[in-house]
């Protein structure tokens, strides 16, 4: 049996929340888990900091801490791929001051966009260091525990109905549901063996099915078989995370 699994929600660049939430948690040992969903950059102002922090992490902590890729760091690794302008330039997904963490400086503007040399790396994601790319690649799609299993977004669909365990989701097109899905019925039908995600906002899921604060939709949504921990860090909202098996939430506000 596992003992304690610690399930932290998207970080989006903030790394006080994150730091708030770790001084939370308690004494941790060697039997313990953290598990990161994903979504550690954009749209905050420390996203350098925060990937340096999480890689710091297990040489901080005896706990076991376990990375998962989120829909943003597959983002950029397309970008670093093949370029995707219609991601980058989007300024609610929080591209540019990812960019401004790692170069430590405000982007030089050419009227209301950067110059021509901070475009084209903005662009092209050339500002990351290898080794973060390296980091990135190499993020888990899913991890599973006794308590739960855990992925950035959710589960793909099953071809003859219901959602596939992630260890069967083979093809791109179902490992990319695991990051980039918003599904408003696998939240209010799927019944299977517990899943934790982030993601999709709680604002956006439905309060009335959450056993958890449901007149305050922004808490931690707790449905029958789904838990979604994205309560708007980086958005204006705030970091939560999730102790198992107690059930104990944390949040950073």
């Not at 005896?62 to 690794?77: F, S, Y």
């Not at 397309?78 to 591209?95: D, H, Y």
């Not at 305050?216 to 705030?238: A, E, Q």
């Amino acid at each position: 049996m596992s003992y304690r699994t610690f399930a932290i929600g998207d970080i989006h660049g903030e790394l006080p929340p994150l730091l708030r939430i770790l001084e939370r948690l308690p004494p941790l040992d060697a039997r313990d888990t953290i598990v990161f969903v994903g979504d550690y950059i954009d749209r905050g102002d420390h996203s350098k900091q925060v990937i340096d922090y999480v890689r710091r992490l297990p040489r901080r902590t005896p706990a076991k801490v376990i990375c998962l890729r989120g829909n943003h760091e597959d983002a950029w690794l397309r970008v670093l791929e093949k370029g995707w302008p219609e991601f980058v330039l989007v300024a609610t997904n929080g591209c540019r001051p990812t960019m401004e963490s790692f170069v430590g400086r405000q982007l030089s503007e050419d009227g209301d966009m950067p110059d021509a040399d901070d475009l084209r790396a903005l662009l092209t994601g050339t500002f990351f260091p290898p080794d973060v790319v390296e980091w990135m690649k190499n993020l888990l799609h899913f991890y599973e525990d006794d308590h739960a299993i855990y992925v950035h977004a959710g589960l793909p669909k099953a071809p003859g109905g219901g959602y596939l365990h992630p260890s069967q989701a083979e093809d791109p097109k179902a490992r990319a549901q695991l990051l980039w899905c918003r599904d408003k019925e696998f939240v209010k039908t799927y019944r299977g063996k517990r899943v934790v995600f982030g993601h999709t906002m709680t604002t956006c899921l439905p309060p009335e099915l959450s056993s958890y604060t449901p007149e305050d939709p922004g808490d931690i949504w707790i449905g029958h078989s789904v838990i979604g921990l994205d309560t708007g860090c980086g958005k204006g909202g705030f970091l939560t995370a999730i102790e198992f098996p107690s059930m104990r939430v944390y949040e950073s506000r």
